[in-house]
């Protein structure tokens, strides 16, 4: 982090913040500091330029340290908070990390806060990853939504024997009246009962096995197009809709990841009239 800090100290001994920005200075570390003792300078610096850090000593005269605590991770909770204390309490160190609070560092040992500073630093990028991060997934997720939407099969995606997403289309097919009816619904209870231990294992070597090409021939090789390119072959199944109605469907799924959780991506196509006509 190569910008100047903002480090928002409450501490009412002037001579204390002297040694905390010496230290700093001699770890290289590029800041300015602002000194506050009371709760309502506190809360103005919060909420009208909030800071990159923030020290507290714990026992003030007019505040308390874990009160400081509280506020900051009420207004900010994202801005580390780093305990910069006379208090050696081996209870008060506990407690310290208890209410949330990022490090605890003695007074009498300066040298261990330009640490706790690079430490907290580190954990302030780690978070903002981990929301680019999150915020990725939920755009593809998104994405994903739109897309399948567009699909004219019917697409579910299961997870741990569960439907956790849907689309119109699947509604449509398992007589549904929305998505919602089939969120949360147990796979097994639309497959036909003698159809459901052939899906489970096969649904159970996909995700063993990790491939897309799980749906295999009497003869246990790979269904392919011409030449080498391997497909994902439609198999036939029975799903049983709402209504008790079975219908006659075209199975493949796929491997996916949904909601940060291993999934599986099926898709399936009516064929019953196809079945009918053909009989």
Same mark, same amino acid.
């Given at each position: 982090m190569n910008k100047e800090l903002r480090i928002l100290i409450l501490e009412d001994n002037a001579s204390d913040?002297?040694?905390?920005?010496?230290?700093?200075?001699?770890s290289g570390l590029a800041f300015r500091s602002i000194r506050v003792e009371t709760r309502e300078a506190f809360i103005r610096e919060l909420e009208e330029d909030p800071p990159d850090l923030i020290f507290s000593d714990?026992?003030?005269?007019?505040?308390?340290?874990?009160?400081?605590?509280?506020?900051?991770?009420? *207004?900010?909770p994202e801005i580390p908070f780093i305990f910069v204390t006379g208090s050696a309490?081996?209870?008060? $160190?506990?407690? &310290?990390? =208890? =209410?949330?609070? &990022?490090?605890? #560092?003695? =007074?009498?040992?300066? /040298?261990?806060?330009?640490?706790a500073v690079q430490r907290a630093l580190q954990l302030v990028e780690e978070r903002a990853r981990r929301r680019e991060a999150e915020h990725a997934l939920q755009k593809s997720e998104e994405r994903y939504r739109q897309l399948v939407e567009l699909c004219p099969d019917a697409l579910l995606v299961q997870s741990d024997d569960?439907?956790?997403?849907?689309? &119109? $289309?699947?509604?449509?097919?398992?007589g549904a009246d929305s998505v919602e009816q089939l969120?949360? *619904?147990?796979? *097994?209870?639309?497959?036909?009962?003698?159809?459901?231990?052939?899906?489970?294992?096969?649904?159970?070597?996909?995700?063993?096995?990790? &491939?897309?090409?799980?749906? =295999? /021939? $009497?003869?246990?090789?790979?269904?392919?197009?011409?030449?080498?390119?391997?497909? #994902?072959?439609?198999?036939?199944e029975k799903f049983v809709r709402l209504d008790n109605q079975v219908v006659?469907?075209? #199975?493949?799924?796929a491997p996916l990841t949904f909601e940060n959780r291993p999934a599986v991506q099926i898709i399936a196509r009516d064929i019953t009239h196809r079945k009918r006509a053909t009989e």
């Open positions: 913040v002297v040694l905390i920005n010496r230290e700093l200075r001699q714990h026992g003030l005269p007019t505040f308390n340290g874990f009160a400081a605590l509280a506020l900051a991770q009420l *207004k900010c309490q081996e209870e008060m $160190a506990v407690e &310290t990390f =208890k =209410k949330g609070a &990022t490090d605890f #560092v003695l =007074k009498g040992r300066m /040298s261990n806060l330009a640490p569960h439907i956790v997403f849907a689309n &119109t $289309a699947a509604a449509r097919l398992l969120i949360g *619904k147990p796979l *097994k209870e639309i497959v036909r009962p003698d159809y459901w231990e052939m899906m489970q294992r096969r649904l159970r070597q996909l995700r063993e096995e990790g &491939t897309t090409f799980f749906w =295999k /021939s $009497a003869q246990s090789r790979m269904q392919r197009l011409q030449g080498d390119a391997a497909v #994902v072959p439609f198999i036939e006659d469907v075209e #199975v493949a799924a």
